[in-house]
């Protein structure tokens, strides 16, 4: 992806797509010293950046008086962190950057780019959290209010900035334009601890008269239902907060903040809840009300709230967006006024329907992701969650229908109500989903292949919903710490989600216990339980993976105190290097169980090993050498309670053994006679996985890594029971809660614990990037590539490509007979490193020979690597 700036730079280096915290000018961050980051454009001979001179301002000229920092970075390095005079709240900065590449060559000064700091202090916010009570009924059925205020301005306004937040879902609009496309704003944070607001630019929204401010609230994380606890769990009714801050051509500042003096109407939100789904009555909007000019009747006063008493701080993550929109596969008529659609995929999000009725005709749209053997909608599996969305017609045109503040797991929808049949024109679905642009992809010559790493997008897609939850439909949609730990790394790769997964592990600290154990869920909600083996483990285990993918070591400063506070607690919760695993062990195996204390111990030697390595790398030594300690301790005791001397487990499971290799737990001696007894637990099971949400985030690369990635490679393509082609091949178009979701012989299975879109089983595309197609960060960024590619039987070619912060690197691979080819891509200022297989001779790198080569370095540009086997 070249932007235009980068293809105007001619034939000089050049610094491009400048970004401030990975965005592009953003306003209103809060990090008091923002990472500043930049791609290098160079022209050849010049590989690589040699310095960069950075300088920050405070207007575009850059004129010396106006400069009030500048940096400097020695060799390759493309980002660094503002490191001038501390900055105020609403300051902007203007930045570039001049870049020598490794010729001697300096570039021109880039093009500007900027920054603007949102509200720092508490003390700048003199807006208040106002909502409505509606005197009728205050309980969760309870209309969500429209908000409304109006002001006039007599000047042009030449800077204007909204600040909003909500405790629930708001959308404002400034004269008629909705701020912003994310839908479930602000997010959900424990809102004791900690509100995100979103900061806008809407200047040029603003007209000289009158304006007018609207907003539409919804109940959300914050007075909805969440999972199977119930209604209300941080409030009542949801409140909104507002400050707009307008500079005036004539110097002045206008400041409308929420406050009493706004007004509030029912609005036609009869009923709005994330799991239960939306009820619009279309009648009760009342007209014009987001324009200027007088208001009708029915606008009521609204009252000052108490916030919940968390510190309001800048969203630092894209939000929710539309991610996509699908058209119908199919509109069946299944009786009078019924019609059932088939989107041919299972997605989280809503419909949007166009469609005239009458006034006060009410149509009904059930959602689920699978139908029964009558080939009605299974909603079995939804447990409480109604997924119901009901809109009454104002009458007289055709008329949008579309729920704003509700999301649905489904594949199929059932439209009843209607006067007549839906044609797929009329009826589109939007997938909504945290995924962000998507970054990274995969392909390979096996169709059945491909079709399990789309499953795994769409999991992933629908699992990364407002933030990384374990599935999208039945009453749960929770922050579970062990999906997380399972699919961040796939996720990291195929979707730009660092953010997400930054601002998540903030909330994984809020909810840490002051024991130091972090809760199973996060945000922390109702009754679930902290500690266990594998789940409480992401805290210190997610992280790395972050910083994997980034290379920004702050996502490991920021956490370092919390996952310390862990580290005390697995120190109290092990005796003699043994932990006791706790609640939930290798979630949904199909095998028997592996022990808990297995688990637990090998949890004990793998996050104390991870965290003495992140120790080590911040300099926190002494951190480090008490950890490791607990690691080796962990280990011993690993060793002699689970492992025989010949490297057995003494109760075999697959789980046990893929934990224990891919932990390094077994001596260097009998690694290969455990990975063997592994690989025989499997083809005793006629060549299939048995593992659970533990065991199988491992296994594939433990194979792989011991000698066994013919038997990785025949897992993946394998379509019986259980398997991920065996769902795929009955129409799986996501990755399935469990193995055993539903069989031809027992149908579905326990309705309590069966979600067809659930992204933890998701594990297999990792294995998929990086083992199959073979592209992995050679070093934290990407700032070198291991290109790795493993040709198994039956498979002649795969590829996968990865946008880094440093531009786009794709592998690509082709057998032919004897012959394999490796096509490269590397982006400037990196490298790649090509491990060619063990057996090959005659290797050429673009054409020429390299002697007995088994590893490859080629600088940016376009590659192609031959060899023969
Ligand atoms: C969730 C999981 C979670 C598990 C804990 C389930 O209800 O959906 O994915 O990790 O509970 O055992």
Redesign the pocket.
Known sequence: MITASEARSGTEPAAVGLRVERRTDPIGIDEPRPRLSWRVHLEKPAIRQAAAAVQVATDPSFRRDAITWSGAVIGPETATAYDGPSLASRDQRFWRIQLTDDRGRTSRWSESASWEMGLLDPSDWVARWIGWIDPARASWSARSPLLRRAFRLDQTAVRARAYVSALGFVELHVNGTPLGDDRMAPGWTDYRQRIQYQSFDVANLLRIGENVLGARLGRGWFAGEIAAFGAEQYGDVPALLVQLEVALADGRRVVVASDPSWRAHPGPLVSDDLLMGESIDARDEPSGWLEPGDLGGGWQPTVVRAGPGGRLVAQRDPGVRIAAELEPRSITAAGPGRVLIDLGQNIAGHLRVRASEPAGTTITVRHAEVLDDAGELYVANLRSARQTDTYTFRGGGEEIVEPRFTSHGFRYAEVSGLSGGLEPSQVTARAVSSMGPEIGSFACSDELVNAIHRNVVWGLRGGLVGLPT??PQRD?R?G????AAAFAPSALFLGDTAALFERWLVDLADAQLPSGAYP?VAPQIGVTGSGNAG?ADVGILLPPMVYRETGDRRVLERQYESMRRFLAFLEADQVGGVRHGG??GD?LALEGATSLELIGTAYLAHSARTFAGVARLLGRTGDAARVDRLATRATSAFRRRFLTAAGSLVHETQTGYALALAFGLVPRAVRQAAADRLAATIETAGGHLLTG?LGTTVVLDVLSDHGHHELAARLVRQDTYPSWGFQARHGATTIW?RWDGWTPEHGFADPG?N?FN?A?FGTVAGWLHERLAGLAPGTPGYATMLVRPRPPAGIDWARAAHESAHGRHAVEWRVDGRHLEISVDVPPNTFAQVAVPDDSRNVRVDGRRRPAARRVVVGWGHHVVEVER
């Open positions: 374990d599935c749960e929770l579970w710490t062990a999906d199973d789940w609640r939930y979630w949400f809660e614990m979600s659930h933890a």
